[in-house]
């Protein structure tokens, strides 16, 4: 599986910005996709998941409410739509994709990943 996500920018707080990431290869056999981030100096930590068959989605408290996480399986594109945006969601946000199993927050978890896409928050 690859995985090209893209969509990152730089935005003022309180502004909205949509990540897209978009897989190839053996999506089939897909159970889930998580949306992580990771600042600067600190450990990569999940932001959104969704399971690729169905509609269950699941957030971290940190955006529940402001992130909402969507698919097209008909262009095997995953997206992160950010409202309301704050200084502290500044990040590298990586796509990843887990192969096996439901619901997971670890990055260990997840089998593939994206490259990053980068998103910054001015005050």
């Known amino acids: 599986v690859q995985l090209q996500a893209s969509g990152g920018g730089l935005v003022q707080s309180g502004g909205s910005l949509t990540l897209s990431c978009a897989a190839s290869g053996r999506t089939f056999s897909t159970s889930a996709m998580g949306w992580f981030r990771q600042a600067p100096g600190k450990e990569r930590e999940f932001a959104a998941g969704?399971?690729?068959?169905?509609?269950?989605?699941y957030y971290s408290d940190s955006v529940k409410g402001r992130f909402t996480v969507s698919r097209d399986n008909a262009k095997n594109t995953v997206y992160l739509q950010m409202n309301s945006l704050k200084p502290e969601d500044t990040a590298v946000y990586y796509c990843a994709v887990r192969l096996l199993g439901g619901w997971a927050t670890k990055p260990d978890d997840y089998d593939y990943w994206g490259q990053g896409t980068q998103v910054t928050v001015s005050s």
């Open positions: 969704i399971f690729w068959s169905g509609s269950s989605t």
